[in-house]
């Protein structure tokens, strides 16, 4: 589905509705396994370490590192065309550097896919989460420069 040009995630998928429903409330969790604590993104039914189906949320602080990142230039997917090129980043956690999720680097929660200058991205630099509300079922995770922080 999509709306605005976004190609929008299935908030309904048993795996990972509990994410979603936390991004609607402005929070960041991550999916562990109840019996052994092992953290995984993206969510899913089974623990790969020890095989349990017991699952708990964990909520983390949403600050990390950008760990990596590319500029998606034409030709890409047509809803994303418009605002290319724009950054992709991978950022690890601060709570747990083994869990690395993907956005974009924007300057707020609002801010333009192609609004950060791609060219002043560094790898190592410190981001904290940031919510944009799509639509009233969709609110997706994004990262920004925390303010007075470093990579201007």
């Given amino acids: 589905m999509t ?22 409330e402005r929070r960041l969790v991550v999916q562990g396994c109840a019996d052994c604590g ?9 623990c790969p370490r020890c095989r349990s189906l017991a699952v708990r949320w964990d909520e983390v602080s949403g600050r990390g590192r950008i760990w990596s990142f590319c500029v998606p230039h034409p030709p890409l997917l047509p809803a994303y065309a418009a605002v290319a090129p724009y950054n992709a980043v991978i950022v690890e956690l601060e709570d747990d550097p083994a869990i ?7 300057t707020g ?27 009233d079922d969709v609110t997706l995770p994004r990262w920004r420069r925390p303010a007075g922080g470093a990579g201007g």
């Avoid at 995630?9 to 429903?21: L, M, Q, V």
């Fill in 109 to 135: 929660p609002d801010g333009a896919l192609n609004g950060v200058d791609p060219a002043s991205i560094r790898i190592g630099e410190p981001v904290e989460v940031v919510f944009c509300r799509l639509t």
């Fill in 100 to 106: 690395r999720l993907v956005g974009n680097l924007v």
């Fill in 38 to 46: 092992a953290r995984r993104m993206p969510p899913r039914p089974m």
């Fill in 3 to 24: 709306v605005e040009g976004w190609l929008l995630p299935d908030t309904e998928d048993p795996d990972a509705a509990e994410f979603w429903a936390a991004c609607r």
